[in-house]
């Protein structure tokens, strides 16, 4: 897990974890604070629960990451003409403003919103179910985390970024060096990594 100041492009800190969870995220948060470093914002990825864990701070949350997740519940080819426009519609996300976005997202659910609740009956329980529940999922994704979408928009004055490219990029160069040296013990990764990272 790394920290990145994303004004200087400098890394704060590391943990090395088998698994990222939302009470680490903190802990990081709270040892930088230790240190002296003002939090002015937080931009992370849509972890569950994780943006709810910064109340005192501007947090927001990642386009790329959200993009990523509206891909996966309608393909990067959706089938469907309402799938097709909801992914212009998440394309714009990285291209406007936010009152731009709102509006375009509010047309195309008016546009849609019949078809959204169309239900289909199973015939052996005669349960129903909604018909499009992966169109339905990633518009609920949307509206879920549309309030730190826009964090950028709302605290122009901090320079957030809007996305976690800074250190996604970074991550993926570390991954392409060390898979030059895939004979390297545990011990011997860290410190290739503490070099890499500087942390």
């Known amino acids: 897990m790394l920290f990145k100041d994303a004004i200087t ?3 704060l800190l590391k943990y090395y974890v088998k698994h990222e969870t939302n009470a680490l995220y903190s802990q990081g948060i709270d040892e930088l604070r230790s240190r ?3 939090i002015k914002g937080i931009v992370c990825d849509g972890r569950k629960g ?3 864990s910064f109340p005192d701070v501007p947090v927001q949350m990642c386009q790329f990451h959200q993009c990523a997740i509206i891909r996966r519940y309608l393909t990067r080819k959706p089938k469907l003409a309402a799938g097709k426009e909801l992914m212009e519609v998440v ?3 990285k291209k406007t403003d936010k009152e731009s ?3 375009y997202l509010e047309l195309w659910f008016k546009k849609w919103e019949k078809f959204l609740n169309e239900r289909t009956v199973n ?3 005669k349960k129903s179910f909604y018909t499009h529940k992966k169109l339905r999922s990633a518009y609920r994704s949307l509206k879920t985390n549309l309030p730190w979408l826009f964090t950028w928009y709302d605290y122009p004055d901090l320079k957030i970024p809007n996305t976690t490219n800074a250190i996604d990029g970074h991550f993926a160069d570390l991954k392409n060096k060390l898979r030059n040296h895939n004979g390297l013990s545990i011990n011997r990764k860290k410190k290739f990594i503490d070099g ?3 942390v």
Do not use: A, H, R, V
């Open 9 to 11: 492009k400098e890394n």
């Open 36 to 38: 002296g470093f003002d």
């Open 50 to 52: 994780l943006i709810q």
């Open 91 to 93: 394309d714009l996300m």
């Open 101 to 103: 976005f709102i509006g």
């Open 123 to 125: 015939p052996l329980t």
């Open 196 to 198: 890499f990272l500087k």
